[in-house]
């Protein structure tokens, strides 16, 4: 049996991605990794894997977003037509046109393909009132998913919200593979072993976390907001780590509003990260509203697997809301009731039992949701082929 050979294209190359890189790697096949930038958190890209480079995501503004994900595109594009002839396409929408590839290079040369759709476009968009829906492009876009989902040779997303959501572009049933983190990477760790909690003077405080992307769609706002309504509470520390389009305006509204209880910092390196988050008592999670059907974040499971209480900031009936309720491990909330957020921090700062159990619960979540989900892609991509 000849060996099976597959071009994986993502602009950022993250964990998820390498997991599942490499577990093809480990099952026989050849796989060439199409990519802006690889970040690594605790496992290494195979060192087998062929890698080209293309230009790095750029998301300081909106217009380097937009530039960064057509050249990224038409390089792929350019890339797949002259030097991958012979090998599956398997796609991400990272940036959200290289699913166009996978159509185009079927139509041309009977090119097989793979979609994984872990945010839905235009959608995301459109919710977010970054494109009209009547506009031209949304309408061009939405030809093209119908186009794209109906000639792909698996369809994958992340949970049932997203693949309702798939429905308006084709009548088939894609995979659902949540996403996953390695529970032994992050776990919790005692806040007197924390070298972290210790150097930001948290050993003793009750600390709330918000770890990830400042980005246009993320309510950090209310984050900054219910932090305020706290500002008395000499016990509670606020701590917002990360970049973003955001950023600028978050420390401007904190040093406005003086808020000592709320401390900055940038993106933490790998090896500081299990530590960074296993200091949190309570993490935030964030969907920003209308995109409870197209999007679920991936920092809810790094969440779970620390064993923080969970503060979602989100629909009830989102993918996010409803995992939040299944697992019991904290409370959803819409992002404009700071005042009921704040409460809700100040009755788990003073109620041990209660905060334990939702720790717990999250720890234990976070078993169901591990490297072992990366399987389920070869195994549907292998199975078509």
Not at 164 to 176: D, L, N, S
Not at 294 to 318: D, M, N, Q, R
Not at 345 to 367: C, D, G, H, T, V
Request: proline residues 3%; charged residues 20%; glycine residues 6%.
């Amino acid at each position: 049996m000849s060996r099976k050979r597959y071009l994986y294209i993502v602009n950022v190359t993250r964990q998820l991605s390498i997991d599942m890189i490499n577990h093809f790697h480990r099952q026989g096949a050849e796989v060439h990794l199409i990519t802006g930038v690889i970040e690594v958190n605790y496992a290494q890209l195979d060192p087998g894997v062929r890698v080209t480079y293309l230009i790095k995501y750029n998301s300081t503004s909106a217009f380097r977003r937009l530039f960064t994900w057509m050249v990224f595109t038409v390089s792929a594009f350019f890339h797949v037509l002259f030097r991958s002839r012979k090998r599956e396409l398997i796609l991400i929408t990272s940036p959200p046109f290289v699913v166009f590839l996978g159509w185009i290079f079927k139509k041309l040369r009977n090119q097989n393909y793979h979609l994984i759709i872990w945010d839905l476009y235009p959608d995301a968009m459109i919710n977010f009132n970054m494109l009209r829906e009547n506009s031209l492009l949304a309408r061009v876009w939405k030809k093209m998913n119908r186009r794209c989902f109906a000639r792909a040779s698996t369809l994958f997303t992340l949970g049932k919200h997203l693949a309702h959501a798939m429905g308006k572009y084709t009548e088939r049933t894609p995979v659902i593979v949540p996403n996953w983190v390695d529970t032994a990477f992050i776990k919790p760790v005692p806040r007197a072993e924390n070298a972290f909690a210790s150097r930001y003077g948290l050993t003793d405080k009750f600390v709330v976390m918000y770890s990830g992307n400042l980005g246009i769609t993320h309510n950090i706002e209310a984050i900054v907001n219910t932090a305020e309504l706290l500002k008395e509470h000499s016990n509670i520390r606020f701590l917002i780590i990360g970049e973003g389009a955001k950023k600028a305006k978050i420390t401007q509204m904190v040093s406005e509003k003086g808020l000592d209880n709320v401390l900055l910092l940038p993106y933490q390196d790998k090896e500081v990260l299990p530590f960074s988050l296993g200091s949190a008592d309570i993490g935030f999670v964030t969907l920003g509203e209308g995109a409870e059907s197209v999007s679920v974040p991936s920092k809810t499971y790094y969440t779970f697997a620390a064993g923080s209480a969970v503060i979602a900031l989100a629909s009830k009936e989102s993918e996010l809301g409803l995992l939040v309720d299944k697992y019991q491990c904290g409370r959803i909330f819409q992002g404009s009731d700071c005042r009921a957020i704040a409460d809700y921090i100040l009755y788990l700062s003073q109620n041990n039992a209660e905060l334990s159990r939702l720790k717990e619960n999250a720890r234990m979540a976070s078993f169901d949701f591990t490297p072992a989900n990366a399987a389920l892609y070869y195994e549907a991509i292998a199975a078509a082929g």
